[in-house]
């Protein structure tokens, strides 16, 4: 599904990927691990097509066709949904409305009909329930004063309502109290499928217990340095990163 | 215009022409004489205001310079239907809605509620009947003079909406003042003249509007005075879609009086030129104003809001925040002052304006100022000019919005802070339309 060859990309002049290979298939899902600047961001941000990042060198195929091309939301309506680290306030645009806006504009790109207003209000409301949001959140504008969790439940409601292919959450767990934790993870694995994919950008590993992953790959200096099962990542937690960075880090 | 050769305004004649005009109707109104005496004299001793002038300093009136504009005369526009003008009119209202046609009462597009007798309504040309004595006694009684236009409109006022809400009463249905400019021969300038007052413990709801039809020529020259009594409550909400190619000046003038509140939204979306000049007067102890505004200004359009608000008792609140849109070449002057009188303790007032600059050719002049000579205050100001954040527009992106309509709806969701607060929803419906479509020709 996502295939990744000797991808290099530099950010401000400064090269942060150095030659990154990844695979991930249909029904999988990765945990990418690593010390803080290992590149695990701007791999996340260059896969969503952010302005700012150059990428030098290297191919990033999606489904068989070239991905860096692309504009950011053609890249959504193709199935990529990034959850961000520090999801973006929106004063003023509200929630329900950016929800439909966008659903409906990756549906027309795909040349799907557009959902009507009663049966977006179905979807949402099934869906908000799925991830035990406050409804009212929906009827605020985006993100705007929400706390924290708040914000991060936002993501996953949008990755429920969008049921994208390909689901990058970028530190998602970062900053989460263990209940919020837990509604996060049940959403990841609410939407998994054998047609799904899902790539975990994690610092920590106690994300982990809660979504299990095919696969952990261990992010430094830019480049994939170890690939491993959940096992790799129990190591990491009583080991830290610094033995195979060659850095004395804690984990 | 019948010739290729520039003609210029001369204010003066704009007056002679006026008061020859005034002088052949009829005699209905001749009550006004002491107050268009009045404003004749002031148009004689005043000059035009140009760049020496603080108050106009980023505001040009060269605009007078290119075209002749001429009195209005009353006449052909009995000829406009009700069907003429039914895309104008909000939907849904059982209020009354009395309309103007360049200035002058249009009976056959006005519709007045059955049987809301309790506000007074009349108009100053007396087709609603004979203007009752208490308007009479208020009409021109907080108006001044700050600039010609403001006396000329008192020297030449020959129409506009008059209202009247007694002791205690409540209006429930908004009451609605809408202009409507239709194109002429020549450039013409009309000057409106509204007087709102609400009585002790009154409450109302008034909606003032300008629009066109079609795209013509023609300046605005309109003047509001509203009297708030003792604890009354007025929503006055505003919205300007002039013609691209019009003038516009409203001046408004406002008085509190004690424990009175008054709420302000106002849109101007329209114009060539567009400048609100409101002038705010605390009279009594607690009173409370909110006002908010919204300026577009599109390539070539200039935008002008002047705040003056005045803390002359104490204990009153004043929130004042205002934002600009700009694209293109466009201008949005924006000068807020707040006094705070020495007497006036316990004063608490904030002050903002926030400016969305979509293009690098756009220019705003922003001046908040605070002058407060009393000591126990709370006072607060604050003045912003930013691009479009990227971090937002990418965000939108990345959720499988394109491009164009991610901006829009960030320019929407920016002006909806002030959009949000029009209470009558046929009215926000409209303004939040008429700013989409406006965006629509995004320059970049």
């Known amino acids: 599904m996502l295939s990744i060859r000797n991808l290099t990309a530099d950010v401000d002049g400064k090269a942060i990927l150095n030659g990154l290979d990844l695979e991930v298939k249909p029904g999988e899902v990765h945990a990418i691990m690593g010390p803080n600047g290992s590149g695990k961001s701007t791999l996340a941000h260059v896969l969503a097509g952010r302005d700012g990042y150059s990428v030098s060198g290297g191919e990033v195929e999606f489904e068989g066709q070239s991905l860096l091309d692309l504009e950011p939301e053609e890249r959504a309506a193709r199935g990529i949904f990034l959850a961000f680290q520090y999801p973006v306030e929106l004063p003023g645009v509200n929630n329900a409305h950016f929800l439909k806006e966008a659903l409906n504009a990756q549906r027309r790109a795909r040349g799907e009909s557009e959902l009507d207003s009663v049966a977006f209000l179905k979807l949402i409301k099934e869906k908000i329930a799925q991830v035990s949001m406050q409804p009212e959140l929906i009827k605020r504008p985006v993100n705007a004063g929400f706390s924290g969790g708040e914000k991060k439940r936002n993501e996953i409601l949008q990755m429920a309502v969008f049921e994208p292919k390909l689901a990058i959450l970028d530190e998602t767990d970062s900053g989460l109290d263990i209940d919020a934790l837990r509604t996060v993870s049940d959403g990841v694995n609410a939407i998994r499928s054998p047609e799904r994919a899902i790539v975990l950008v994690t610092h920590y590993q106690r994300l982990l217990d809660y979504i299990e992953p095919d696969v952990v790959h261990v992010l430094a200096g830019g480049r994939i340095v170890r690939t491993g099962d959940k096992a790799l990542a129990k190591e990491l937690e009583s080991k830290g990163y610094g033995w195979l960075t060659g850095r004395d880090e804690a984990a | ?444």
């Not at chain 2, 205050?377 to 937002?392: A, Q």
């Open chain 2, 1 to 444: 215009m019948t010739t290729g050769e520039q003609r210029a305004t001369d204010l003066e004649k704009v007056l002679r022409r006026g008061q020859q005009q005034l002088a052949a109707g009829s005699a209905a109104d001749n009550w006004l004489s002491a107050v268009r005496e009045r404003g004749a004299s002031d148009v004689m001793t005043m000059a035009r205001p140009d760049r020496k002038q603080e108050a106009w300093r980023y505001t040009p009136t060269s605009f007078l310079d290119k075209a002749e504009y001429a009195p209005v005369v009353e006449g052909p526009f009995g000829a406009i239907q009700p069907a003429d003008v039914e895309e104008l009119m909000l939907g849904d209202q059982q209020g009354t809605c009395l309309v103007f046609v360049n200035g002058y009462y249009a009976p056959a597009l006005s519709r007045l509620a059955p049987g809301q007798h309790m506000p007074q309504v009349a108009v100053l040309s007396g087709q609603l009947g004979d203007v009752p004595a208490q308007l009479k006694a208020h009409l021109d009684g907080i108006a001044e003079h700050h600039h010609v236009f403001a006396a000329l409109n008192s020297a030449l006022m020959s129409d506009g909406a008059l209202l009247y809400v007694p002791r205690s009463a409540s209006v429930q249905a908004p009451i609605e003042i809408l202009h409507v400019s239709v194109g002429l021969d020549e450039p013409g300038i009309c000057h409106p003249r509204h007087l709102i007052v609400l009585e002790e413990g009154a409450q109302a709801q008034v909606i003032e509007r300008y629009c066109a039809l079609g795209e013509a020529v023609y300046f605005t020259n309109a003047l509001v005075e509203i009297i708030l009594r003792p604890g009354s409550r007025l929503s006055h909400e505003r919205l300007q879609e002039e013609s691209a190619l019009a003038q516009h000046l409203s001046d408004l003038h406002v008085r509190l009086d004690e424990g009175s509140r008054y709420k302000h939204v106002s849109a101007t979306l329209g114009g060539a030129w567009s400048r609100t000049d409101l002038r705010l007067n605390f009279a009594g102890e607690g009173a409370q104003a909110d006002l908010d505004g919204l300026m577009l200004a599109r390539d070539k359009q200039l935008n002008d809001v002047h705040l003056d608000i005045q803390h002359t008792a104490p204990g009153c609140i004043s929130r004042e925040s205002f934002k600009g849109i700009l694209d293109g070449r466009g201008k949005v002057v924006f000068d807020g002052r707040i006094l705070v009188a020495q007497d006036a303790q316990q004063t608490d007032a904030s002050l903002s304006n926030h400016n969305l600059m979509l293009s690098r050719s756009a220019e705003v002049d922003t001046k908040p100022q605070l002058e407060i000579y009393a000591d126990d205050v709370k006072c607060s100001h604050g003045t912003t000019v930013g691009e479009l954040d990227h971090n937002m527009l990418f965000y939108l992106r990345s959720r499988g919005i394109p491009s164009a309509r991610a901006r829009q709806m960030l320019c929407q969701g920016f002006a909806e802070e002030i959009l949000d607060r029009i209470e009558n929803p046929a009215l926000h419906g409209r303004a939040t339309r008429l700013l989409t479509e406006r965006l629509m020709t995004y320059s970049e």
